[in-house]
């Protein structure tokens, strides 16, 4: 069967601390999305439940709280319906009395209210105001989760009123932004199925259908993740939602996919089966960053399942995609274009061959050369990744192009971790070397990086306070330069005047061969 990539790169003269690198920087990268919305409060411009002059009346103050919770306890219909309303137009402000109407304890009558099917407009007010409780701190989401809101809302997503059927969905989205637990409480409620039912019975309302998407984003989000079972049926849906033509719509679509495909092979596959790759892969040239960011992270994570996985999305001509982003000028999506990159090197030698016949691996050491260190980092851990299954004439390739002088200046960095990765990779290229010497028994690799001034930065590296840096430095010295004495300057074969003369190979267009049906 095949060896999963992970696997691979533990097998290849890597280290597991490659693998849970790609993972830091996915974290990393997260955080940097400052754009995704993990909750949204709705605020009195949302409101067209009322007649405009009673949206834009007087709102109630704080000093009001202790009157209106007076009148949540009244015998008349109205004037209950009036004070909740008062309610949730204060929750609806800039900087809420959050707190302030939580320590009342109104939360526990607004989730009582949630019961009155007899009153849907009294249902609507007392969600409206729970969902701006939920937009709050976590402490004030956990008080409407602990007063049992959450089944009622689940409940409430099959009401026959689309005003309380999109706020349940609403508060829900906001419930499970809040955190992993809070996900799961909601999830556990088999909220999943009725959501979806939401989201295809709304084709013809943008607002709802919004709303629904962002929420199932929020019920896929989050760490750990949540367990696939209660997501399964989800991702049929998704598939579909990628044909709206809405933009918002698709770039939640794209975050849950994202967030789905961050993981087990079996969420892979689920995706390959029941998502058209190639609509992802062209939203990766899309001039929407909401858009185009998503649908690289999923591509990114799709390639770190199978080789047959990988192909699929090779297949779709992803790479020319990622070489075009190489050049974006968003530094996060330079660094996570590296990233997706390192992640297909990493698999077997016909998609290393693909990433050169595409030139994003010449983009590549552009990058490793060039660009910010964090984006540089990811570009070493490409070619050193690289390294690990290429043949011996495809690391030859990739001297010719040049990858020796990106390697050297990185081995300066005091970045011991990515000099480690480095020296790492500096190991399989003299290895090929080693199979390629020439008539006088020169490796070639090895000529080629002294002749780009490398002897002199791996001698230094012996003096290095990392231990690891300076075992793996004093490894190739002794297993491939030699002493002083025995390296004699000029020696090997000759040198054109760019350099070593490896050249890059001139290749045919990639064959993927058979694809098999995902």
């Known amino acids: 069967c095949t060896m999963s990539r992970v696997e691979r790169h533990k097998s290849q003269n890597s280290v597991e601390a490659a693998r849970n690198s790609r993972m830091r920087n996915q974290v990393e990268l997260r955080r940097q999305q400052t754009a995704e919305r993990l909750k949204k409060v709705r605020d009195i411009a949302g409101d067209n439940q009322e007649p405009a002059q009673a949206a834009t009346s007087a709102v109630p103050d704080r000093s009001a709280i202790p009157t209106l919770l007076g009148k949540l306890s009244s015998q008349a219909p109205e004037e209950v319906l009036q004070a909740t309303k008062d309610f949730r137009r204060l929750l609806s402000q800039p900087h809420p009395p959050i707190q302030e109407v939580v320590e009342t304890g109104a939360v526990h009558t607004f989730v009582q209210f949630l019961h009155r099917n007899d009153m849907p407009q009294l249902q609507f007010e007392a969600a409206w105001a729970l969902t701006n409780v939920a937009s709050g701190t976590q402490e004030h989401t956990m008080k409407v989760v602990e007063a049992h809101a959450v089944p009622v809302f689940v409940q409430l997503m099959a009401s026959p009123h689309d005003n309380v059927r999109e706020q349940a969905v609403w508060a829900l989205g906001n419930i499970a932004g809040d955190s992993a637990y809070c996900r799961d409480e909601v999830l556990k409620c088999n909220s999943v199925l009725p959501l979806l039912e939401v989201i295809k019975a709304s084709a013809d309302n943008t607002s709802i259908l919004r709303n629904a998407t962002w929420t199932l984003t929020n019920f896929c989000r989050g760490k750990p993740a949540p367990d696939f079972s209660w997501l399964v049926h989800a991702v049929p849906v998704l598939g579909t939602l990628l044909t709206y033509s809405d933009e918002e719509v698709l770039a939640d679509v794209c975050w849950a996919l994202s967030y789905l495909s961050d993981g087990s092979e079996e969420r892979i ?149 990515i000099v480690k990765v480095l020296l790492d990779g500096l190991q399989n290229v003299f290895k090929a070397g080693a199979t390629m010497v ?80 995902m």
């Open 269 to 417: 596959q689920a995706i390959l089966e029941n998502v058209n790759i190639q609509v992802i892969v062209n939203m990766m040239n899309h001039s929407n960053e909401q858009l185009l960011t998503p649908a690289l992270r999923t591509v990114g994570n799709i390639v770190t399942g199978t080789d047959t996985q990988t192909d699929v999305v090779l297949h779709a001509g992803a790479l020319s995609s990622l070489k075009t982003l190489l050049s974006h000028e968003r530094r996060s999506i330079r660094k996570e274009t590296c990233w997706s990159l390192s992640n297909i090197t990493a698999g077997q030698s016909h998609q290393i061959q693909a990433v050169f016949e595409s030139g994003a691996f010449d983009a590549v050491l552009k990058c490793m050369m060039n660009d910010d260190f964090e984006v540089r980092k990811e570009a070493a851990w490409c070619v050193s990744n690289a390294t690990c299954s290429a043949t011996p004439a495809q690391i030859g390739h990739m001297v010719g192009l040049g990858c020796l002088q990106p390697i050297i200046s990185m081995l300066n960095s005091n970045d011991t971790k």
């Open 438 to 517: 020439d008539a006088q028994g020169n490796n070639p690799s090895v000529v080629a990086f002294s002749h780009a001034g490398g002897i002199d930065i791996l001698e230094n590296l012996q003096m290095s306070a990392s231990q690891k840096v300076y075992n793996a430095a004093s490894k190739l010295i002794e297993d491939f330069i030699g002493t002083e004495d025995e390296v004699a300057e000029g020696e090997g074969p000759a040198m054109d005047e760019g350099g070593f003369n490896f050249q890059p190979q001139q290749f045919g267009q990639f064959n993927f061969g058979d694809q098999q049906n």
